[in-house]
């Protein structure tokens, strides 16, 4: 595996420096609630770094890329590519940063949309790409607390305000939001 300083070096040139801002806050946020949830360090710290790698693609070719890695891209990912964003950057953390931990690698394919069964790994990222501090939306400071004591809950919250804001801004919505939250809600999230 690289070092995280050639990681990060790497990782520079692909993103911009806000992106990379908030890459490290999502490091930070998911060592923390590793260290709560007493799940590998390492890996989060590494999936937390890469999870927007693929963030810098024009949507273009962020489909483009898709086509090539053989990522199925379904109706709503076609209008929004952004989506693929996570999908594009697992298989780039495995080519260009050699990860072959499947476990990081899921974790940041899946890290926008969530999943209906999930690892804690994989809550981890996705909630602090959500609740990282350069995060700045209202109403966070409480869905940062949630995270630090219920997971489950706080997946569910979360997919809830992702909904509330698509459906408000006249957004197509990718039904996997919705999918993760019944699923979260069911196991009393
Ligand atoms: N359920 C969804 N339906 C449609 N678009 C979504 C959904 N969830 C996220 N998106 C969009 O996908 C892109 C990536 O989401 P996200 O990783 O949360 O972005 P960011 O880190 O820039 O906030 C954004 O453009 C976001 O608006």
Redesign the pocket.
């Known amino acids: 595996m690289m070092l995280e300083k050639e990681m990060l070096k790497l990782l520079k040139q692909m993103i911009s420096e806000d992106r990379l801002n ?1 890459s490290l806050g999502v490091r930070d946020t998911a060592i923390e609630l590793a260290k709560i949830y007493e799940i590998d360090l390492k890996k989060a710290r590494i999936a937390g770094l890469l999870h ?1 790698c693929a ?1 810098g693609l024009s949507n273009n070719n962020l489909l483009k890329k898709a086509e090539k890695f053989g990522i199925v891209i379904d109706g ?1 990912t076609i209008i ?1 590519p ?2 693929l ?2 999908p594009v950057g697992a298989e780039f953390a495995k080519r260009k940063f050699k990860i072959n931990d499947e476990e990081i690698l899921n974790a940041i394919r899946i ?3 969530g999943s209906e069964e999930m690892t804690s790994l994989e809550k981890i990222i996705f909630l602090a ?1 959500y609740i990282e501090p350069n995060r700045k939306c209202s109403g966070l400071d409480k869905l940062r607390k949630i995270a630090r004591s219920n997971l489950d809950l706080a997946v569910r919250k979360a997919c809830d305000r ?2 509330k804001f ?1 459906l408000d801004n006249h ?4 039904p ?2 919705l999918a993760t939250r019944n699923a979260f809600l069911r196991k009393g999230g």
């Open positions: 908030h927007d963030k709503v929004v952004p989506l964003h996570g890290h926008t949309l790409d992702t909904l698509h957004d197509v919505i990718h996997q939001t």
